[in-house]
């Protein structure tokens, strides 16, 4: 019997397997991919590893190289960007490897899965980022990584501080003689940080939304491209897209950078 | 109504982001133009900028959603 195989793109991630109650979708199976791509990677450049470097030991060093001078050009300071670096790095491939791997050619491969609207065919590899639960695990690890390593680098009195401001509130007591307009000056500076504490929550929002808003738009541009002409017109936003995944990862990581950056300087203090 | 709603927030609210973007384009390619070595500096600088601005269309395309 034949019977119509639908596909369409969805905004959540399609489970295509059961491990016990946990569904296991395309984009975990991505990303699971990713990981071991990267980890094999890893394990070959490391064992291969020499003084002289030689074939693909060149090209990560020099990939490196370029990385850790940009992370210099954001953060400013070789000691913090060291420090950082290898987070931004490994959320940076993780990205790459999970956009890349959704925008490959395998589309043939899936599952049909029969349903009430009939036999739908769900594919294999669904980017990893193109899922909102990953983006949003990524994007809450790096927030809250940030302010871990704030409380570390500078103390935890003073990241507090930063959101809930006391010491603004405890300072009318002590310098309202001297300067009687730290009365109106305190408590717009206390109001300052509760500001920072939503923009904390606003940072996870932008973060996750940008990067599973422009890796899903890409898919469903590809496929309605491929809607129009088939094998030709998507060829050159396939390019687009690679070019996409590339900008988001760096921009991703690159943000990353910034926040932990951020979270290691403390507000000047000025001192009436 | 509420269709028009959706449509109505995310595209205002991409109309400012998109201005701010195209403007920051513009301005980096200014000064790649006018110091054409300055190109790896004003990379970084320019990326952040338009990933702030782009946050502000993030926000209109959450409301969107949540309509």
């Known amino acids: 019997m034949a019977q119509e195989i639908t596909h369409e793109t969805t905004l959540y991630a399609e489970p295509v397997g059961h491990l016990g109650p946990l569904p296991i979708t395309n984009a975990l199976l991505t990303s699971w991919t990713a990981v071991l791509v990267i980890a094999l990677l890893a394990i070959i450049v490391r064992r291969s590893l020499r003084e002289v470097p030689r074939g693909i030991q060149n090209f990560f060093e020099a990939v490196l190289e370029g990385a850790l001078s940009l992370c210099d050009q954001v953060t400013g300071n070789r000691h913090v960007s060291e420090k950082v670096f290898p987070l931004a790095f490994s959320v940076f491939l993780f990205i790459l490897v999970n956009n890349w791997l959704g925008l490959l050619p395998l589309g043939g491969l899936g599952v049909v899965e029969e349903s009430e609207q009939g036999a739908v065919f769900i594919p294999f590899l669904r980017s990893g980022t193109a899922d909102i639960n990953t983006t949003l695990g990524l994007a809450v690890m790096s927030v809250i990584g940030a302010n871990l390593f704030g409380i570390i680098t500078i103390g935890a009195w003073k990241t507090f501080n930063k959101f809930i401001n006391l010491k603004a509130i405890s300072s009318i007591a002590t310098r309202v003689r001297k300067d009687p307009s730290i009365l109106v000056v305190a408590p717009v500076t206390f109001f300052v940080g509760i500001l920072e504490l939503i923009g904390e929550f606003a940072k996870v929002a932008s973060l996750s939304f940008r990067l599973f808003g422009n890796v899903f738009a890409g898919e469903v541009l590809l496929i309605a491209m491929s809607a129009i002409l088939p094998y030709l017109l998507p060829i050159p936003f396939i390019f687009l897209e690679i070019f996409v995944g590339l900008i988001q990862a760096l921009i991703f990581a690159i943000l990353t950078l910034v926040y932990f950056s951020i979270a290691a300087t403390h507000h000047g203090e000025e001192q009436a | ?67």
Not at chain 2, 18 to 38: H, L, T, V
């Open chain 2, 1 to 67: 109504m509420e269709e028009l709603a959706k449509a109505i927030a995310i595209g205002l609210g991409a109309v400012g982001p998109g201005i701010g973007i195209g403007m920051i384009g513009a301005r980096a390619m200014e000064a790649i133009g006018r110091n054409p070595e300055a190109a790896g500096r004003v990379l970084v600088p320019m990326l952040i900028a338009s990933a702030f601005a782009e946050a502000i269309a993030i926000y209109a395309l959450v409301i969107a959603f949540s309509i």
